[in-house]
C-alpha cells in the first residue's frame, strides 16, 4: 500500500517538498516457546521461570518514532506436547494478566497496559525495545492483529508467547509487520 502523506509548497522560498511513505511488509516466525522479552535484561519485567526461547527481534531504522505500524498474526501454538491448539489470540477461556500461572510465576501480561487486557495464555506479545533489549513503555497485546505507534528511543520490536512455563509450548505463529518506509524528495525552484 502506498500513500502520499505529505505534498507542500514552502511558501516564500521557492521551493517544493514532497514527503510520502510507502509500506515495507516483514513477516517474523515466532515458535510457541518464545519469551517475549529477555527478562535478564529487563529485571523489573521478570515473568515466568525463564525456560524459553530469546524472543524474535524486529531491529531496524524504519522503526521511526511516532509512525504507526501495523501486525497480524496467523498460526497456531499450544502449551503441551500434542495439546490443544490456540491461535494469536490465544486460549479465550484462560485469562492471565494479573495472577501468576501454574509455575507461581506471572505471565508477561502482568506489564500490558490497561487497555490491552483481557490478554490470553498463549497469545502473542510485542514490546519496542532499545538497541540493548531494554523494554521501552509498556508491552502490548498483539493478538491476531494491532496497530501501535513507535515510542521515542525504539530501536526493535520483540515478539513472543504470553506463558510462564515455554519449554514444552509447541507450534508457530506467522507475524506480518508493516512498516512505513518514508522518503523525502526535494525540488529545488527559481529564486525570485
Known amino acids: 500500500m ?14 517544493l517538498a514532497t514527503s510520502s511513505a510507502h509500506a515495507k511488509d516483514v513477516t517474523l516466525h515466532v515458535a510457541g516457546s518464545t519469551m517475549p522479552w529477555h527478562p535478564g535484561v529487563n529485571r523489573d519485567m521478570d515473568f515466568g521461570i525463564h525456560d524459553g526461547k530469546r524472543p524474535v ?23 503441551l506436547p500434542g ?13 492471565t494478566e494479573k495472577r501468576p500461572g501454574g509455575s507461581g510465576r506471572l505471565f508477561p501480561a502482568y506489564y500490558l497496559d490497561r487497555s490491552d487486557y483481557p490478554a490470553h495464555l498463549n497469545a502473542l506479545i510485542g514490546a519496542f525495545v532499545s538497541a540493548d533489549g531494554k523494554v521501552i513503555g509498556a508491552p502490548f497485546l498483539v493478538g491476531s492483529a494491532s496497530e501501535r505507534e513507535v515510542p521515542e528511543g525504539a530501536q526493535a520490536i520483540a515478539f ?29 525552484g527559481e529564486a525570485q
Do not use: K
Open 160 to 188: 513472543g508467547i504470553n506463558d510462564d512455563v515455554f519449554a514444552e509450548n509447541e507450534g508457530e505463529l506467522l507475524v506480518e509487520v508493516q512498516l512505513p518506509e518514508a522518503s523525502v524528495v526535494v525540488e529545488q
Open 57 to 79: 527481534m524486529l531491529y531496524g531504522a524504519d522503526l521511526m518514532a511516532g509512525s504507526t505500524i501495523s501486525l497480524r498474526a496467523s498460526g497456531e501454538t499450544t502449551t
Open 2 to 15: 502506498r500513500s502520499t502523506i505529505l505534498a507542500m509548497a514552502l511558501a516564500g522560498t521557492g521551493c
Open 83 to 95: 495439546g490443544q491448539r490456540f491461535g494469536p489470540d490465544g486460549q479465550i477461556d484462560y485469562v
